[in-house]
């Protein structure tokens, strides 16, 4: 890795494949949550998500190299993490708490990273590829945002039944 | 893991674990980084990962529970990813600019922790933990600020050279 156009192409390669095993993810996610309006969240991103593939198979051609992705430990890890929510919960409420922690911590992974991708672009003189990676940002961000609520509305009505 | 409280301390043991790794990792950023705000910056964030660890410390003993660590896969993974930029980088901006974004895949993995924690440290009617880790929180979502002004100022030099 010499250059910052290395520097740029592994971390696309990066994401690329966190996106990929993301969407996996949230297809389980969507089918595993017990509150209508999570699993509606889980599945709506799961459709974001593969748009925001597609924007990268566009940004590795604007980038005029292959689109390919390279393991990444640190989604594996976050994966991993919600798993284990999953297997060990044992209450609806519980199960829902922790999923939408993993989904948060995945979103925060992302949200990292495109920020990251986007000054690259910048530096790069590759203003386009950061307007188009923007759009994905600005997606996860909303992600994001949609599930510290959904988490919020679930306090006061658990806070009641304590 | 049965009950929200399993759920809590199995995060914060998470997070006790993840922020003594940065510790460690920060401190060796500061080292590494070239530009001089950079290694501020990493080692600014250094001291106040102490106080965050102390905090963590203080909200196990509000919670009731011995203060230990549980490995994060996660932090592992993106620790991983910077140690690799680390080591390939041959040009000075190329390791900076390769630091903060690992910096900030860190600091964004703490950020949602840390929202997720007091999102459920509300719910379990423990308020007074809510508003400790909220200091952090903040801070966390100040340091990752920081970082991206430090990262857009490299842009404009860097995009001039190029």
New interface residues.
Partial sequence: ????DD?FYA?MQ?VYYAEKQLLKTLKKMGKKATSEELQTAFNDHMEETQGQIERLDQAFEMFGKKARGKK???????I??GD??IE????D??LD??L??AA??A???E???Y??LI??A????KPQIARLLKQTLEEEKKA?ALL?RI??A??NP??KS?
């Fill in positions: 890795m010499k250059t910052m520097l971390l990066d990444c430990d640190a989604i594996l890890g976050i991993a993490e284990e929510v060990e919960a044992e209450e409420h519980i708490a922790g939408i922690g948060q911590a979103e925060h992974y949200i990292a990273r920020g990251t000054a690259w910048k530096q790069l003189g994001d510290s988490a919020e679930q306090v658990a806070a304590a």
